[in-house]
């Protein structure tokens, strides 16, 4: 029920909620783009939500009959193998170098019209798209991902250093919160 008072109006609910369901209403806020894996990718560029270590930028390894690649997500979907389509070489003893694994290579050599892998895969780096967490006591935590170069990004600190250790527990003779902070007044 509204009624006019001044300029404006006043409207008391006649619903169950309490409200208007009016324009006076409130509007729900965004809650923006979905990331059912919570590793600020949304979910339709994530090549797989279920997995924080996948996201946007992530390669993966894959083979083909001409031997081992890498598949890239590019806007939440896997591209092709990065493995040639045609493996066969017209050059007994020839050798190349051919992409493999986490940005790494590997030596081929073209036997009987084949190139097939004559080592194992070299000089990978790290797998884009994996987080690493180090908890260094004191409830100093940071982290970094593996970028698309596979190579890691520098430390980023996601809680600093406390004042005790360990959290919840007593150190010297003092409580100490969950926060690695020690508790005013609190002995143990």
Known sequence: MCSAIGSGSFCESTTSTGRDAGADAPVAPDAGPVDADSDGVPSAMDCDDSNPSVGA?????????????????????????????????????????????????????????????????????????????????????????????????DWTVTHPFGDCDPPGGCYDGMRCDSECRIVAGASC
Request: glycine content about 10%; overall charge negative.
């Open 57 to 153: 930028t992530s390669e993966r390894a894959c083979e083909s009959m001409c031997g081992p690649g890498v598949e890239q997500c590019t806007a939440g979907a896997w591209a092709a193998c990065s493995t040639p389509t045609d493996c066969t070489c017209t050059m007994d003893g020839a050798t190349r170098a051919a992409a493999c694994g986490n940005c790494g290579n590997e030596m081929q050599t073209c036997t009987s019209g084949l190139w097939t892998a004559t080592s194992s895969c070299l000089d990978q780096g790290c797998m884009p798209g994996t987080v690493e967490v180090e908890d260094k006591g004191f409830c100093f935590i940071r982290e970094r991902i593996c970028n698309s170069m596979c190579e890691w990004s």
